[in-house]
């Protein structure tokens, strides 16, 4: 079944001078498509290389630019694969300074794949060895396959610089997907999709995959499904939106060009070996990645450390069966936890009677939506007995 929802952003100047910010309208992909677009009129509108359309603003300060997008996310294939121009297939197969194609990493997927042949086969090769080697951990000291090489610690954007980069060393074109989860503010996600002549572009996860195996308590109680590990080969949970396709963009019209005399008032990012300020620098002449925009401020201060002063306000809502569910959701297990917590404040048996109702219905709306489904339909069955049994005490009294 494909599914809608609403993507919303929006962007205020914070400073006291002008802002110019690149913003990635979300791409027509084999998963998902635009089906509306309303935003502030743009300065100028460009497309790259590669498909993403990009919108240039200049803000003044205190005014706002907003975007919203309702988005269908498609579970199909496409009619006819996809073919890469050699061009294309080159971008795809490129070093860069996040996604550094070395010596090391060379000898990574060489000694990974050895004596595989098959494309697909030698991804899946180097998907596991990244889940079975790397370590999931958020915020991350530095960006860049050469620091995720040494640390071995990461989040979702080093898992997939370096599975990019290790397929790209035994040619395999690879691609970097920078997005979202759908359920809520800032869910910000990067993944990957490779190209394979047979099947077209076909996703994987290699960061879902290494923390759905060893840390599933992260997503226990989030609003979107997770698979068993090793799905994250080929396949998604169908609730992801793209933001824009790979990393390393030229912007246009062209930076600012600015040179940060002093560093010390700002709070560097080591980034591809480098130290980086967010809206003061580029990556080797160009914008790390959207997710979903890239800014410059003019303003000598530095930004207070908020999320929306450097990446925006953003959010990607469900709708329909999927938003009612999330809200029933959200109310049953406030109330549930309100109960609970007044029961031991209190001791109120009435409480501790009325507490498996809204349970019920906040377990059961993990088992309809398909999030870890095994868990929360014991606990449905064990709510529903309990809700069962009161109801019938209750009846019982009343006769």
């Known amino acids: 079944m494909d599914n809608k929802v609403v993507y919303t952003f929006q962007y205020k100047n914070p400073t006291s001078a002008n802002v110019y910010l690149w913003l990635a309208t979300p791409p027509d992909t ?21 498909g993403n359309q990009i919108s240039f603003y200049e803000i003044k300060p205190n005014e706002t630019i907003k975007a919203s997008y309702k988005i269908q996310l498609l579970n199909n294939t496409e009619d006819t694969l996809p073919e890469l121009t050699q061009e294309e297939k080159n971008y795809y197969l490129r070093s860069t300074p996040m996604v550094c194609v070395n010596e090391k990493v060379k000898d990574i997927a060489s000694h990974v794949t050895k004596g595989v042949e098959n494309p697909k ?31 071995k610690k ?28 759908t359920g809520g503010n800032h869910r910000a996600h990067v993944w990957n999709e490779i190209y394979l002549e047979q099947e077209g572009w076909i996703p994987v996860d290699t960061s879902m995959a290494a923390t759905v195996k060893r840390q599933l308590w992260r997503y226990f109680f989030s609003p979107f499904q997770t698979l068993f590990w090793k799905t994250y080969f080929g396949k ?6 793209v933001f824009s396709i790979d990393i390393e963009h030229q912007p246009l019209p062209a930076y600012p060009k600015v040179i940060v005399q002093n560093k010390q008032p700002y709070s560097p990012f080591n980034i591809a070996g480098e130290p980086f300020i967010w809206g003061k620098d580029l990556v080797q002449n160009k914008i790390p990645y959207f997710q979903p925009m890239y800014l410059y401020y003019e303003d000598q201060k530095p ?36 109960f609970a917590i007044f029961y031991f404040s209190t001791n109120w048996d009435l409480l501790s009677i009325l507490f498996p109702f ?40 009343l006769l």
């Open 30 to 50: 084999k998963h998902q498509q635009v089906m509306n677009e309303k935003k502030t009129p743009p300065c100028q509108t460009n497309e790259d290389t590669i």
């Open 121 to 151: 086969e030698q991804a899946k090769l180097l998907f596991f060895y990244i889940v079975k080697n790397y370590k999931y951990k958020f915020p991350p000291k530095a960006r860049g396959v050469t620091h995720f090489l040494k640390s």
């Open 154 to 181: 990461g989040d979702c954007g080093e898992f997939s610089f370096l599975f990019a980069a290790l397929c790209r060393a035994v040619g395999i074109p690879c691609r970097i997907m920078v997005g979202a989860f």
């Open 236 to 241: 998604t949970e169908h609730q992801r939106i």
């Open 303 to 338: 930004l207070k450390d908020k999320t929306e002063n450097f990446l925006g306000l953003w959010n990607v809502q469900e709708t329909g069966k999927q938003k009612l569910t999330l809200l029933v959701r959200s109310i049953s297990g406030y109330i549930a936890l309100l």
């Open 358 to 397: 809204p349970a019920f219905l906040f377990c059961l709306s993990f088992v309809i939506r398909k999030e870890r489904v095994l868990f929360f339909s014991f606990a449905t069955v064990f709510f529903g007995i309990i809700m069962l049994l009161v109801s019938m005490g209750a009846m019982s009294t």
